[in-house]
């Protein structure tokens, strides 16, 4: 099979604060010339479950979730339950994601505009070799350029699979960044995962306009998340 283009991090209207619904995203990403992508919500698998009864030809998604921890945001993709601790400690989360045989991402990594990124420097080599699988490079609502320089520099040391996700919450924003399959021998989940195991992916894409974040905190104020 040729190589395939995936957006590895996308929102919809089950994480409150997106715009997108589950169908939408869907449509746009196939318009968009995408081949799948992973609806990573923010702790809750909803969306999945209503796209994956619709049983897509030629269009992949791939289930995830987006947690926040003690210590910042991480992304578990490949996991078909969701995770219900009321314990956001770290290794507590990484390792329901584990025990969900699921992929730990870490999201917008260096983005020191977010509060919520993972806080990298609280990590010893040790913790990231057993914990963490894959860096997110290319996170299209990234604004300052040097995060992406930082993220691309802590990989050349730990080697960790790349991926590239929108973290698309409005639906021009979805396919701005993508992750890029070469040789893949089929499109299931199983083969995804074998290949971003085995290091093959390459993080890809381009910043959205900085005011999407504007839409976001105005939908939020909206649906009343900040008070």
Aim: aromatic share 8%; hydrophobic share 40%.
């Amino acid at each position: 099979m040729a190589s395939i283009k995936l957006d590895l991090h996308v929102h919809t209207t089950y994480s409150r604060d997106s715009l997108i619904t589950p169908e939408d995203a869907v449509k746009i990403a196939i318009k968009k010339g995408l081949t799948g992508l992973a609806i990573c919500d923010h702790g809750t698998l909803k969306s999945y479950r209503i796209l994956k009864r619709k049983q897509y030809k030629n269009f992949l998604i791939i289930p995830g979730v987006e947690i926040e921890t003690h210590i910042g945001e991480v992304m578990g993709i490949f996991i078909e339950e969701e995770i219900k601790t009321k314990d956001n400690n770290f290794f507590t989360i990484v390792n329901k994601i584990k025990d969900n045989n699921g992929l730990v991402v870490v999201p917008h990594p260096f983005d020191f505009l977010r509060s919520n990124h993972l806080k990298m420097n609280l990590l010893n080599d040790e913790i990231i070799n057993k914990y963490i699988d894959g860096i997110e490079i290319m996170n299209s609502r990234i604004i300052v350029k040097s995060c992406i320089k930082k993220a691309k520099k802590f990989n050349e040391k730990y080697q960790l699979f790349e991926t590239g996700g929108s973290d698309a919450h409005t639906p021009n924003e979805i396919g701005n960044a993508f992750t890029l399959l070469p040789e893949v021998a089929d499109l299931s989940l199983e083969s995804i995962r074998k290949n971003l195991l085995n290091k093959k992916s390459i993080s890809a894409g381009k910043l959205s306009n900085p005011l999407v974040h504007g839409i976001t905190v105005l939908n939020k104020i909206k649906k009343g998340l900040y008070f």
